[in-house]
């Protein structure tokens, strides 16, 4: 697969960035480079359809002046001189109607929209495309090329490649070579997000070419023609190309062979967004191979109206006021300060690259860099990145230049590689003109996703093939052809969930201990639903009544955004769920519940004008033992306006995480509750830790009780 070619400069920094890397000892203190911007594709200017010549509207047939009739005079005055009859005024002739020009044939269409190049492969390195070799059909890399071999009559068989990024428009040219006839080949674009849902383009030796679809295995033909022009013959190449199109009433289909447009149908069914694009391939008798090369591909841009990748919680933010951790540093070719509160990186020669970081306190599956960046003048470019500081650090970068060109790659062992590029649309950048730039990047099954947001236009969603996080540190790149400074303002570093287990919520001040020797601190009775008591240095709950419940409520010492509780719990007689409230000190308030059920469940609920509803239920992990007791822990978060978090844990091992509808704002006391599941349910609590926090920050660890 080709790959964007270094250029001297770029070796050059590279050199200097490795030998920086080795020296210094902050691991954050290098300086890679990245790659130059390339030229984006020219989008194509449509051609206006001129406007049509008016028809002439022909003149009147002229009508001649009617000649009078004279009065006749009586008998006998003489007869006056009659008068003369006027001459009739000639009208002129028309003038003949000019000859309408003929509109010019609009040119012949060569794209629907997907002009962004999204690889180029020459099939030189195996292992990106799909292959398999069975009793039917072989796939296999051979001489840079990939090669379908059917091996069985009337077989049809696929190899496919995802791109970078999803797209509501995507192309693939390649060259398809077949090898006899009565068979067929071509390019498809589609989707594996749901059904799979192909469509593929096709040409014959008998120089047919078909449009079709194949959709969970079932091939069907959309249409299909004759070839003018091009002769397709055995084993030399032909050049297809197709492209599907979203559009705002459903999908548009374009073929092209050797250039040529064969086929621009629209449909009213909706497919995509893209994600994938194949090679098609099939064969009425054995033996038939059918040979690809040179693929080419394009995309329309990310799929708009994506905001996050799901970095919602604020973690740190800096106006650099002060220094805050970053790396700093004065060296005979860079400033690296934190000063006139901005972080100022002044390259002192041109041609150099360099930037800085900061370690966070906690690595996470999903990182969100959001800064303001001055660029230094035309030719330098700079941007936020992602940072893992492993064995093997690793570093995604997005950056943009004043002239609109954007990057988004990742620096891997030190050797940049650019994953998109292109041209900022409709967004003017101006050296010395702040520029608000946003990198996120999130750990998937696929490998890690990059979205690169400029202002608020989303340029880049797009996924490497490798997983590289989770990410533990932020940083600010800058580079220029001349001497100059680049300056950063206004950082804010958001996180999703940890990545190890998660432990809390963000609870992380421990208010109150209670082993329960004082029988005062929590209410206590006798109602014929059951009692609250204390013995023995526990707190205990006896239900007598089927579906029964009890709580007693404890204060916090102020309203929270994060509660948590965490007790022993020793259940006695009967069956029945035991935990623990997160609620208002207004009892007319909603308030959650969450804890264990003896019957081997954990359980999240809320309680609404004094009834209690369940929102959901999940079996214990298999960590959790069977036991006479068990430490539980219950966290309650508001995440947002729209939406709370609630989390059990049983005996250390996260089992029920729950994100409601809608939030109680916030929560200034706790209880513990218990609800009968038979005739009578007892349990015992003790050693009962309230903990509070004022943001909620998923973390993967518990708050500390020294």
């Known amino acids: 697969m080709r790959r964007p070619s270094m250029t001297r400069r770029d070796r050059t920094l590279l050199a200097t960035s490795l030998a920086l890397l080795l020296a210094a000892s902050v691991p954050l203190a290098v300086a890679p480079v990245a790659a130059q911007s390339p030229s984006a594709s020219a989008e194509p200017t449509p051609t206006v359809a001129p406007t049509p010549t008016p028809t002439p509207t022909a003149s009147p047939t002229p009508r001649p002046s009617p000649t009078p009739t004279p009065t006749p005079s009586a008998s006998p005055t003489p007869s006056p001189t009659p008068t003369p009859a006027p001459t009739p005024t000639p009208t002129a002739s028309p003038t003949p109607s000019p000859t309408p020009t003929p509109s010019p044939t609009p040119p012949p269409l060569t794209s629907l929209g997907a002009d962004r190049e999204a690889f180029n492969d020459d099939f030189s390195v195996p292992g990106i495309w799909s292959t398999v070799d069975d009793d039917v059909t072989s796939m296999l890399y051979e001489d840079d090329s990939l090669v379908i071999t059917h091996k069985q009559d009337a077989t049809s068989r696929t190899s496919t490649r995802r791109p970078a990024q999803a797209s509501p428009g995507m192309r693939l040219d390649v060259d398809v070579a077949i090898g006899a006839d009565v068979s067929s080949g071509g390019p498809m674009c589609g989707t594996t997000a749901g059904p799979t849902d192909y469509a593929f383009g096709a040409v014959t030796t008998g120089d047919q070419w078909f449009l079709g679809r194949l959709r969970d295995n079932v091939v069907s033909v959309i249409a299909s023609g004759m070839l003018e022009g ?3 013959t055995i084993d030399t190449p032909v050049r297809v190309a197709i492209e599907c199109s979203m559009t705002d009433t459903g999908e548009r289909l374009a073929m092209w062979v050797d250039g040529q447009l064969v086929a621009d149908l629209s449909s009213e069914e909706t497919h995509g967004p893209y994600d994938h694009v194949g090679a098609y391939a099939d064969a009425a008798t054995a033996g038939s191979a059918i040979r690809f090369d040179n693929a080419t591909a394009f995309d329309a841009g990310p799929v708009p109206g994506l905001t996050t990748l799901g970095a919602g919680t604020e973690f740190f933010s800096d106006d650099f006021a002060t220094d805050q951790g970053w790396f700093i540093t004065d060296d005979e070719t860079t400033r690296i300060a934190v000063e006139d509160g901005t972080l100022g990186i002044t390259l002192k020669e041109g041609g150099n690259a360099r930037w800085t970081g900061l370690r966070l306190a906690e690595a996470s599956n999903v990182m969100r860099f959001d800064i303001d960046a001055l660029l230094s003048a035309d030719g330098g470019s700079a941007g936020p990145m992602c940072i893992t500081t492993g064995e093997a650090p690793d570093v995604a970068f997005g950056v943009v230049d004043p002239d609109g060109e954007w990057t988004v790659g990742r620096i891997i062992l030190d050797s940049p590689r650019v994953i998109a590029r292109g041209q900022l649309d409709g967004l003017d950048i101006e050296a010395g003109t702040p520029v ?14 990059m979205a690169f947001w400029i202002g608020d236009q989303l340029v880049a969603d797009v996924t490497s093939t490798e997983q590289h996080g989770p990410y533990e540190a932020v940083g600010a790149y800058a580079d220029s052809s001349v001497s100059a400074t680049t300056r950063f303002d206004d950082a804010v570093v958001s996180i999703g969930d940890p990545a190890g287990p998660l432990a809390s919520l963000g609870a992380d001040t421990v208010w109150l201990e209670d082993s329960f020797d004082d029988p005062t601190a929590w209410s206590t009775g006798k109602v014929k639903q059951g009692r609250v008591e204390y013995g023995k240095g526990v707190l205990r709950i006896a239900l007598r009544l089927p579906d029964a419940s009890l709580w007693t409520w404890r204060s916090l010492e102020e309203a929270v955004l994060v509660v948590r ?21 207004d009892p007319a308030e909603p308030f959650y519940y969450g804890g264990l059920d003896t019957r081997g469940e954990a359980v999240v609920g809320i309680s609404v004008d004094g009834v209690m509803t369940e929102l959901a239920r999940a079996p214990l992990p298999a960590e959790v033992q069977p036991a006479a007791k068990h430490r539980v822990a219950v966290e309650c ?7 709370d978090r609630v989390a059990v844990w049983v005996d250390g091992v996260l089992a029920l995480d729950h994100l409601t509808t809608g939030s ?17 349910f007892d349990v015992a609590f003790d050693d009962v830790v309230l903990s509070g926090g004022m943001a909620y920050r998923p973390s993967s660890t518990t708050p500390s009780t020294e």
């Open 230 to 232: 091009t002769d397709v």
């Open 436 to 449: 608000r730039m946003a990198l996120e990047c999130a750990v998937t099954d696929e490998g890690d996703r």
């Open 565 to 585: 509780a965490e007790g022993t719990l020793r259940p006695g007689d009967g069956t029945g769920e035991a935990g623990f409230l997160c609620g208002a000190s």
């Open 637 to 643: 978060a508001v995440t947002g306006p729209d939406a």
């Open 664 to 680: 109680l704002f916030g929560f200034d006391r706790s209880a513990i509750y218990a609800i009968n599941g038979s005739r009578r």
